[in-house]
């Protein structure tokens, strides 16, 4: 990773990265990166991770951010390189895998995530029946084992916690989005 800033910064805008969509969190994560490390690499659309994951194997690209799930396979077959983990931990996947924190941007952490949403006005007791049967199933074993095994921590967080998480993701986000003075889209 550190070789890779120092090489994008010898040469602004020279590089490429692939990207699955203007504005999800692959996107914003790439370009948290871009904002926190200084470069100027650009963008590529693609459709898909999977068609990133061949660009990047043709060398149609220099770097991307991928979900680990979907290019675990193509690292452990020695097509593609884990230069750094976004998240704040290293993944038990990847053990000798830096994150990008440890790679030289201190602080830096970010991750995917799911949730489950309901309409507004559904009531407390179901949103807590969701949340309670949701809960129970992350805490059976094959079902955490399965997760892990696909780089996903289970959490099974309480309504309340999820939606501070939420909004704290939304924030943070947003700002990106500002900072990288990305347009907004229809």
Known sequence: MRELIALAKSQPGKLNYG??????????????IKLAA????????????????SALMAGDVQIAVVPLAT?????????LR????????????????????????????????????????????????????TAKALEAAEVRDRLKALSYEPVGSTPAEFDAFF????????????????PPQD
């Open 167 to 182: 909004r704290a993701e939304l924030a943070k986000f947003a700002d990106v989005v500002r900072d990288a003075h990305i």
């Open 71 to 79: 290019s675990l396979p193509l690292i452990t077959a020695g097509r």
């Open 38 to 53: 200084g470069l100027a690499i650009e963008p590529i659309p693609y459709r898909s991770d999977a068609q990133i994951n």
């Open 19 to 32: 990207s699955s969509g203007v504005g999800n969190p692959l996107h914003l994560t790439m370009e948290m």
């Open 82 to 133: 884990a230069l750094a983990l976004t998240g704040a931990h290293r993944s038990a996947a990847l053990p000798d895998t830096p994150t990008i924190a440890e790679a030289g941007l201190a602080g830096f952490a970010s991750s995917s995530w799911q949730g489950f949403f309901v309409p507004a006005r559904t009531s407390h007791e179901i949103v807590d029946r969701i949340q309670g049967a």
